[in-house]
């Protein structure tokens, strides 16, 4: 949606972050200025936690009780075609109607493993990354790198042509967003699968309720603080974008996120 006025365009994202706190049930703080940026290490307590997988690397050749690393952030942005043909990037606090076709894209502000499902009110979830024909099939990410995000039925080999067709159903949907410091075994990290049980999801490209409610639960006690305006210099630029930062130091393995779809009939 293009909107005519800079009122209209802070009312917008306002709108947007209020949506994004009633529906997860986070508590996060609306962020004037930021505190931290987008890539200034921080002092973080490494939590070991179950169904994680710690993979060794260079400085850290197993997991340290306290890390420097910039705290979790992961921004996400809506992008547009419209009926008439018309692309651009759109406020996830905007109206979209049937006939409008949607993008989801994300960044996360550094190296990590990234999750993303759609999921209707009280239903299962379809997978949308990993997907084979984005990143070679892997979930492992690099920082500053965006992923834009095609259905995962779309036919189209490319996944630039593919886009999430809004239509009437009044049903609520979202998107739910992972971002983990380690890889998540019961979650898919590859389009070929990593377990019989998650090899089974990916076939049918279906994650039970149960699974992303558990996810949804645990994000409940995070402090996550919501920017409507880039954290740091070095943060991607984008108009509509929301960035998300973890800021519980003693308590920085994820971000989980529930991103509302706001439809209009």
Same mark, same amino acid.
């Not at 490494?46 to 992961?74: I, N, S």
């Not at 965006?146 to 886009?163: R, T």
């Given at each position: 949606?293009?909107?005519?006025?800079?009122?209209?365009?802070?009312?917008?994202?306002?709108?947007?972050?209020?949506?994004?706190?009633?529906?997860?049930?986070?508590?996060?703080?609306?962020?004037?200025?930021?505190?931290?940026?987008?890539?200034?290490?921080?002092?973080?307590?490494?939590?070991?936690?179950?169904?994680?997988?710690?993979?060794?690397?260079?400085?850290?050749?197993?997991?340290?009780?306290?890390?420097?690393?910039?705290?979790?952030?992961?921004?996400?942005?809506?992008?547009?075609?419209?009926?008439?043909?018309?692309?651009?990037?759109?406020?996830?606090?905007?109206? $979209?109607?049937?006939?409008?076709?949607?993008?989801?894209?994300?960044?996360?502000?550094?190296?990590? $493993?990234?999750?993303?499902?759609?999921?209707?009110?009280?239903?299962?979830?379809?997978?949308?990354?990993?997907?084979?024909?984005?990143?070679?099939?892997?979930?492992?990410?690099?920082?500053?790198?965006? $992923?834009?995000?095609?259905?995962?039925?779309?036919?189209?080999?490319?996944?630039?042509?593919?886009?999430?067709?809004?239509?009437?159903?009044?049903?609520?949907?979202? $998107?739910?967003?992972?971002?983990?410091?380690?890889?998540?075994?019961?979650?898919?990290?590859?389009?070929?699968?990593?377990?019989?049980?998650?090899?089974?999801?990916?076939?049918?490209?279906?994650?039970?309720?149960?699974?992303?409610?558990?996810?949804?639960?645990?994000?409940?006690?995070?402090?996550?603080?919501?920017?409507?305006?880039?954290?740091?210099?070095?943060?991607?630029?984008?108009?509509?974008?929301?960035?998300?930062?973890?800021?519980?130091?003693?308590?920085?393995?994820?971000?989980?996120?529930?991103?509302?779809?706001?439809?209009?009939?």
């Amino acid at each position: 949606m293009k909107f005519r006025s800079t009122n209209s365009r802070r009312a917008a994202t306002l709108l947007s972050l209020l949506l994004l706190l009633v529906v997860t049930g986070l508590r996060p703080a609306l962020a004037q200025e930021s505190s931290t940026t987008w890539d200034k290490p921080q002092q973080v307590q490494r939590q070991v936690k179950p169904k994680r997988v710690y993979r060794p690397h260079k400085k850290y050749r197993v997991r340290p009780k306290v890390e420097l690393a910039p705290l979790l952030t992961v921004q996400y942005r809506v992008l547009i075609k419209r009926p008439d043909g018309t692309e651009g990037e759109s406020s996830v606090a905007s109206v $979209f109607h049937p006939g409008d076709q949607l993008r989801l894209g994300v960044t996360a502000n550094q190296d990590g $493993f990234l999750y993303i499902v759609y999921q209707k009110e009280g239903q299962d979830g379809v997978i949308q990354f990993p997907d084979s024909r984005v990143n070679h099939g892997e979930n492992q990410v690099g920082r500053n790198q965006e $992923f834009v995000l095609p259905p995962i039925n779309c036919p189209a080999p490319d996944p630039s042509e593919c886009w999430y067709r809004v239509n009437s159903d009044p049903q609520k949907e979202y $998107f739910i967003i992972v971002f983990s410091r380690d890889q998540i075994l019961d979650l898919p990290n590859s389009a070929g699968g990593s377990s019989d049980e998650v090899r089974q999801a990916l076939s049918s490209g279906v994650l039970k309720k149960e699974v992303i409610d558990s996810y949804l639960k645990s994000a409940r006690v995070q402090d996550y603080k919501i920017y409507s305006r880039p954290p740091s210099a070095n943060s991607p630029a984008s108009r509509y974008a929301i960035w998300v930062t973890n800021t519980n130091r003693s308590d920085n393995e994820e971000i989980i996120l529930r991103v509302p779809l706001n439809k209009g009939m």
